[in-house]
Antibody, heavy 120, light 106 residues
Framework: EVQLVQSGAEVKKPGESLKISCKGS????????IGWVRQMPGKGLEWMGI????????KYSPSFRGQVTFSADKSITTAYLQWSSLKASDTGMYYC?????????????WGQGTLVTVSS | DIQMTQSPSSLSASVGDRVTITCRAS??????LNWYQQKPGKAPKLLMY???NLLSGVPSRFSGSLSGTDFTLTINDLQPEDLASYFC?????????FGQGTKLEI
C-alpha cells in the first residue's frame, strides 16, 4: 500500500527556518516524482513544484522559486520542503503527493498534510 | 503560466441531482486535465486524470469530458458523501496550475 506520511504541525516565528518531511513507503521511492502543494487558510490549492528523488531533479513554480527548497534522501525514502526565513504569509497547510507520469505527473497519492503557522 | 478558470466557485444541490463543474484553460492543454476532491479537513484525493479516466475505486457516478476548450466534471445521482470542494489541475505544462475550486454543498 502506497503511503506518504508527513511530519507534524509546526509553529514558528517570522525569520526562523523550517524543514518538513514526507516519508514514502509501499513503492519504489526513486521511481516517482514527489510534489508539494500549498493551501493557505480557506483558499485553493497551489502547485509549488516537484522533485525526482533518484537524482534530485527539481521543477519549481516561479511563485515559489527562491522561497523554498526541495530535497530528498533516498536512503530513508523521505522528501523535504524547507524554508530558510519564514514569513507570516507562509502560514498554511502543505501537502506532499506522489506523481504518476502518464498524463504529465498528476498527483495520485497524497500525504495527510503539515500545518505550518508563522506568527510573532 | 497556464491559467485555469473553474466555475462555479460554489454550488448548492440536492441528493439525487446531477451537477456539472467546468474548467477552462488559457491555452491548449490537450487532455492533460485532472480532477481532485477535497472533503472538509482532509487532503485532496484524485478522482480523474487525463480528462476522462476515472481512478480505480471512484464511483461511476463521476465522469469527465472535454467539449471544445471546456473540461467538465459531472456528478450524477449526487450523494451526501459528495459534499466537498473540487479542483481541476492541468499537467500539460509546468507550473501545473490548479483551478480556483468549486465548493459543493448538499
Amino acid at each position: 500500500e502506497v503511503q506518504l506520511v508527513q511530519s507534524g504541525a509546526e509553529v514558528k516565528k517570522p525569520g526562523e527556518s523550517l524543514k518538513i518531511s514526507c516519508k514514502g513507503s509501499g513503492y519504489t521511492f526513486t521511481n516517482y516524482w514527489i510534489g508539494w502543494v500549498r493551501q493557505m487558510p480557506g483558499k485553493g490549492l497551489e502547485w509549488m513544484g516537484i522533485i525526482y528523488p533518484d537524482d534530485s531533479d527539481t521543477k519549481y513554480s516561479p511563485s515559489f522559486r527562491g522561497q523554498v527548497t526541495f530535497s530528498a534522501d533516498k536512503s530513508i525514502t523521505t522528501a523535504y520542503l524547507q524554508w530558510s526565513s519564514l514569513k507570516a504569509s507562509d502560514t498554511g497547510m502543505y501537502y506532499c503527493a506522489r506523481a504518476r507520469g502518464d498524463f504529465g505527473n498528476y498527483f495520485e497519492y497524497w500525504g495527510q498534510g503539515t500545518l505550518v503557522t508563522v506568527s510573532s | 503560466d497556464i491559467q485555469m478558470t473553474q466555475s462555479p466557485s460554489s454550488l448548492s444541490a440536492s441528493v439525487g441531482d446531477r451537477v456539472t463543474i467546468t474548467c477552462r484553460a488559457s491555452r491548449t492543454i490537450s487532455t492533460y486535465l485532472n480532477w481532485y476532491q477535497q472533503k472538509p479537513g482532509k487532503a485532496p484525493k484524485l478522482l480523474m486524470y487525463g480528462a476522462a479516466n476515472l481512478l480505480s475505486g471512484v464511483p461511476s457516478r463521476f465522469s469527465g469530458s472535454l467539449s471544445g476548450t471546456d473540461f467538465t466534471l459531472t456528478i450524477n445521482d449526487l450523494q451526501p458523501e459528495d459534499l466537498a470542494s473540487y479542483f481541476c489541475q492541468q499537467t500539460y505544462s509546468a507550473p501545473h496550475t490548479f483551478g480556483q475550486g468549486t465548493k459543493l454543498e448538499i
